[in-house]
């Protein structure tokens, strides 16, 4: 953990800190899965990133320094952002990015505890290894007792920068879906299979912190011999949960209770398996299964558990299975979204993912400022841009959304600056019949306190129903598999843009990081005024949706 300076101040008698850490970004050559070296983004000159740590209440200044040869941001991602909307940190969303040779400070006020992370949110850097881990720790006694804890942080790893990987799947010339990548599997910034031991004692708990920071690959853990109790799912307390495995989606976090046992006649291992499931298994290739040591005594043999995937009473996390810690009842709902993710054919010749059928392509103006801007017509989602896919809300109005998988394909959506609650899954409707293996999928609903997260997955040919109170902010929406954002499956909601106006005070600095780049600061989603696009270009339009994508009702 880099940490430049910690300085103590009293607020209300807690003794808070002000966190000071330096990032100075720019190019390393590394070989992380002990295979392939290779050009990447690291900080301070190293791979992988030290995860920050720091208490809630504290304030966290992020110096940066952009060493690359483009422009950069920072997501701390999980952070609620109350009143800060301007430090969310998407390009072309809330700010414009650090030009190359630039520095930027991003404050954070730490209102939470729990497991988060900071990336890259700026050409997807994020999948290039801008990424760490940020942990924030309770101040009181946490709800839950533990002697020690363990911080595991999951990242696939591909032998090709993104942005080839992005110009083969997004060129018009060649076959979709390109040929699969296959990924390595690194846990805590090197491969899965030399990471550091865990090293329990006999009789006393541990708290393990686990957070997937990969790019397209889900991992599944597991810690045979041991049972897990579930605590914590991105950021918020839950009642605790025991499961045997956890398939952990790309940006999703937990923290599960383990009890040792009370001898330590055995060691044992854990188990992490790097897979997609739109991937087909490739011997060798795909899924790769790593395996960590649990060492309760040195010498000690490992324990033989068998393989216990093959159990039939192996029990996976359900998340909607869970129950928020704080008993908070389900919002009720006073507006209804439907929205619709999948994969169309446009008239570019492209496959390119959507949100109703609208491919997301950022504005010349970022909507944060178009927001702050336009006066009365922010109230209007048109003057953010014909593939902008803005929605206005308003602070305090309880919405509903159901998000809608019509193919097969899952994706981690991840919502800005807010949780949400989880209400329910079921089979999207659709006038196409899914596969065999999806036909016989049920509803399934929250019990009682819906558990809250920031990050769902919504299954292949499935539905999500979440519920979230709308705040004065601009959050970006998207799936976190970084090529479907590349493919244009994002969306933004404006959050009460009149109050925005009213409140928000944007440091100049940002405004300059602007200017040096030619992007204007005001105007519409063109830099224009009114409805006039002029200088956008024209969005694309449907050709074909295939058979798996197309909606019967929305």
């Known amino acids: 953990m ?29 070989n992380r899965d002990g295979y392939n070296l290779r050009r990447a983004i690291g900080v301070n000159g190293m791979l992988p990133i030290p995860p920050i740590e720091a208490t809630i209440g504290d304030t966290l200044e992020l110096n940066v320094y952009n060493g690359l040869d483009k422009s950069t941001s920072l997501h701390a991602h999980g952070l609620f952002q109350t009143n800060t909307t301007h430090m969310d940190g998407p390009a072309m969303i809330n700010q414009c990015g650090i030009p190359p040779g630039e520095s930027f400070t991003y404050t954070y006020y730490l209102e939470q505890t729990g497991t988060f992370w900071i990336h890259g949110h700026d050409k997807h850097e994020i999948s290039d290894g801008l990424r760490g881990a940020l942990v924030i720790h309770d101040r009181e006694q946490p709800p839950f007792e533990y002697e020690d804890e363990y911080l595991l942080t999951f990242e696939d790893w591909f032998r090709e920068e993104f ?3 992005e110009m083969i799947t997004l060129d018009p010339n060649q076959p979709f879906p390109p040929p699969h990548g296959y990924a390595f599997g690194l846990i805590n910034g090197v491969n899965g299979n ?16 686990l957070v997937n920071m990969g790019d397209l690959n889900w991992f599944q853990f597991s810690l045979p011999g041991h049972s897990m109790e579930v605590i914590e799912i991105d950021g918020e307390y839950t009642k605790p949960h025991v499961v045997d495995g956890i ?19 055995f060691n044992y291992r854990f188990n992490a398996t790097i897979h997609a499931e739109f991937i087909p298994p490739k011997q060798g290739l795909t899924p790769r299964v790593y395996t960590g040591h649990i060492v309760y005594k040195h010498g000690a043999p490992f324990k033989d558990v068998g393989n216990p995937y093959a159990s039939s009473g192996f029990k996976w996390l359900d998340d909607i299975e869970l129950h928020a810690l704080d008993e908070q009842p389900a919002l009720e709902p ?4 439907y929205l619709d993710l999948g994969n169309n054919l446009y008239n570019t010749g492209q496959r390119l993912d ?25 109230m209007d989602p048109q003057v953010y841009g014909p593939q902008s896919n803005a929605i206005v809300l308003q602070q305090g109005e309880v919405v509903e959304v159901v998000l809608n998988s019509f193919n ?4 981690p959506i991840h919502i800005h600056s807010r949780n949400f609650q989880i209400i329910e899954y079921g089979p999207a409707d659709s006038l196409f019949a899914p596969p065999p293996e999806f036909q016989n999928m049920t509803v399934r609903s929250y019990t009682s306190a819906p558990p809250r997260r920031d990050t769902i997955t919504v299954p292949s040919f499935s539905y999500a129903k979440i519920r979230f109170t709308g705040k004065v902010a601009v959050s970006l929406m998207h799936c976190h598999l970084s090529i479907h954002m590349a493919m244009g499956m994002a969306a933004v909601f404006v959050e009460s843009p009149d109050m925005l106006q009213e409140t928000l005070d944007v440091p100049e600095k940002m405004f300059e990081m602007c200017r040096k780049q030619g992007i204007p600061t005001c105007g519409n989603a063109a830099g224009n005024q009114g409805l006039d ?8 339009s449907v050709v074909e949706r295939p058979n798996a994508g197309f909606p019967q009702n929305h």
């Not at 430049?4 to 607020?11: E, G, M």
Request: net charge positive; with cysteine.
């Open 354 to 378: 959507h949100i109703n059928n609208s491919t997301f392509k950022a504005p010349k103006t970022p909507i944060l400022y178009t927001a702050l801007s336009m006066g009365e017509l922010a």
């Open 334 to 337: 006073t507006r209804q979204i």
């Open 194 to 209: 030399i990471t550091q031991t865990m090293q329990f004692e006999k009789g006393k708990s541990y708290r393990i912190r």
């Open 247 to 265: 398939d952990i989606a790309p940006a999703q976090r937990y923290s599960v209770l383990v009890h040792a046992h009370n001898t330590d006649e």
């Open 533 to 540: 696009f002029t200088g956008l270009p024209n969005p694309p």
């Open 2 to 30: 880099h940490i430049s300076s910690v300085l103590y101040t009293c607020v209300s008698g807690i003794l808070a800190a002000r966190v000071v850490v330096d990032w100075n970004i720019g190019y390393i050559s590394v």
């Open 163 to 165: 942005a080839e990987r």
């Open 408 to 411: 097969a394909m899952p994706h």
